[in-house]
């Protein structure tokens, strides 16, 4: 296996995301893996529970994930990965993971570009429309052709 995606957040995110990339790519069940951080856990348990994914993953490359730049998650990753192939990213959402599933024969160095780029393109602001999908007239209508069929 070439590379492979390590999810690390705060308590149920992590899991959470990971089972909704594997709802999208099922086949991405053996290079996807997630860690979940409890509220309680100290930076020392979180770096053993790191320590433990990543002797179970079977690639050199990997593509780190975290849910909140500065938070423990992240500064705990941060750490375990120093001297290691691997990129981190903070900021994780689904359409990030997606993008990297998609990408993941590329390598890390083309790999990131892209992972960045798909999840600042999924965010946006969306307009809402009106109940019903209706359009409300802002002028009165004298031929009374204003009747929802």
Request: with cysteine; net charge negative; aromatic share 2%.
């Amino acid at each position: 296996m070439s590379k492979a995606i390590l999810i690390v957040a705060h308590e149920p995110l992590a899991t959470a995301l990971r089972a909704a990339s594997l709802h999208v790519f099922p086949d991405a069940a053996g290079i996807v893996t997630a860690v979940d951080v409890a509220a309680s856990a100290t930076a020392e348990q979180t770096a053993q529970q790191l320590a433990h994914a990543l002797e179970a993953i079977a690639s050199e490359d990997v593509l780190v994930l975290t849910d909140v730049f500065g938070a423990s998650p992240c500064n705990v990753a941060q750490r375990a990965m120093a001297g290691k192939k691997a990129r981190l990213i903070a900021g994780a959402n689904l359409p990030m993971i997606l993008r990297a599933i998609n990408y993941l024969d590329e390598p890390l160095e083309v790999l990131v570009p892209k992972v960045l780029a798909g999840a600042a393109q999924c965010i946006m602001a969306v307009n809402l429309t009106a109940p019903q999908n209706q359009h409300t007239r802002k002028v009165h209508d004298q031929q009374h052709n204003h009747h929802q069929q």
